[in-house]
């Protein structure tokens, strides 16, 4: 069975302008701080599939770039970077040995390389404080074939090392609010 982590993070020093700018939305959600630097907000539609949740992550990302990650485990894992009111940059990974990949990626061939996000995307994780060398390093590891030797999230963990997110692992908005019953 998987285990889901999914949540949109900030610069935990954006954190009053986040909160303010969720409050006003009225959208449920749940703040987390994920540790020294980063928070992490958690809302009912997790994976950001509703138009009005996508809005809403579009409008609070005026006032701070946010960076929506997901990783179920066995499936695959993804981000969406958000700054300006508009999606900047985009991965999503399917492994491939997963059963129910066909139904996930529709049309698209599993076993293809997911599109790169360009330099001029990428450039944009400059602004959650990634310096230069880590925006090379991630262009790298995104770029890099995918690790099929039977080790699920393997960039997935990676990715969470280069940002320093390690602590993303296993939050939900559902296992949040398992937790507070």
């Known amino acids: 069975m998987s285990e889901f982590t999914v949540g949109t993070l900030f610069l935990s020093r954006d ?5 303010g700018a969720l409050a006003e ?9 994920l540790n020294a630097r980063w928070s992490v907000f958690l809302t009912q ?5 509703l138009p009005d949740t ?3 992550v579009r409008q609070i990302s005026e006032s701070a770039p946010l960076l929506h990650f997901s990783h179920a485990e066995d499936h695959g894992w993804a981000f969406r ?10 991965f999503a990974e399917h492994y491939p040995w997963d059963p129910l990949v066909d139904l996930l990626v529709g ?3 599993p076993h293809e390389a997911p599109p790169v996000p360009g330099a001029e995307q990428l450039i944009y ?12 390093a991630l262009a790298k590891l995104l770029a890099a074939p995918a690790d099929l030797d039977g080790i699920p999230g393997h960039r997935a963990d990676v990715f969470r090392h280069l940002l320093d997110i390690v602590e993303m692992d296993w939050i939900s ?5 398992k937790t507070h019953e």
């Open 81 to 90: 970077l958000f700054h300006g009111g508009h999606e900047r940059a985009a």
């Open 54 to 56: 996508q809005a809403v």
């Open 25 to 33: 939305s009225g959208l449920p959600h749940l703040i987390r701080e």
């Open 15 to 19: 954190r009053s302008a986040v909160a």
């Open 125 to 136: 994780f400059r602004l959650l404080d990634l310096e230069p060398e880590g925006v090379e």
């Open 45 to 49: 539609d997790e994976w950001l599939f």
């Open 173 to 177: 908005y559902r296992s949040a609010v």
């Open 107 to 109: 049309e698209e061939d």
